[in-house]
């Protein structure tokens, strides 16, 4: 028995640490590629180990989330407890985290790009660092401003641009058509836009005004 518990620990991935020099490596070729420069895929870790370790940027950006989360609060009310609240939210940010890349893989075996799927997962991952700390703080700016047309406008504004980025990544990274990449892009506006009804229709989320 202890050898065998010794073995179970030994067969375990490591926890993922991302240094600087990764994370600069990983955003800097997803970067490149939202700006429509395959050339960005050179500079990713497209292997099976560098697609565990770009789901580290989920971590990375976790504090941002949680202070995102804490400050739209204000703008909602709930009955539910603050309990059901941490659970729910720790939840659904692992699901909006994987649910993509789950749909992604049926996808990619459809239509025989298999090959390049750790790369196109990786290559998102990244890419989510600048897109969602972008979102956060020009959100946070016009929250601020307390203009609601503007928020609306710069909301679709910033989810127009976030389905082009992820467009052009999928299209270099999946080395496919532009028509499979907006697809694919769509697709993954929708399963946000999803899980987010979900996430307010479990906690009974209400805009704070109503």
Known sequence: MPYAAH?????????????????????????????NDAGGLHGLDRSAE????????????APLYVLHRMTSYA?????????????????F???GWTMFPVALLEVVRRIDRSRHYFGAVVAVNWATVPIFTLYVFV????????????DAAIGVTLALLAGTW??????HALDTTWL??????????????????????????????A
């Open 139 to 150: 959100g946070s700016a016009t929250r601020l401003a307390g203009t609601t047309a503007l």
């Open 75 to 91: 703008e909602y009310q709930t009955v539910a407890p603050l309990e059901l609240i941490v659970v729910v939210e720790a939840l």
């Open 7 to 35: 073995h179970d620990r030994r067969a375990r991935p490591p926890p993922i640490v991302l240094s600087l020099s990764e994370i600069a490596r990983g955003v800097g070729g997803a970067l490149r590629l939202m700006r």
């Open 166 to 171: 992820l467009a052009r990544i999928l299209r």
């Open 180 to 209: 499979v990449a907006i697809a694919l892009a769509v697709m993954e506006f929708f399963l946000s836009a999803t899980a987010s009804l979900i996430l307010f229709g479990t906690l009974g989320l209400r805009p704070a005004t």
């Open 93 to 95: 940010y692992v699901i």
């Open 50 to 61: 560098g697609f565990r370790r770009s789901f580290g940027a989920a971590v990375l950006l």
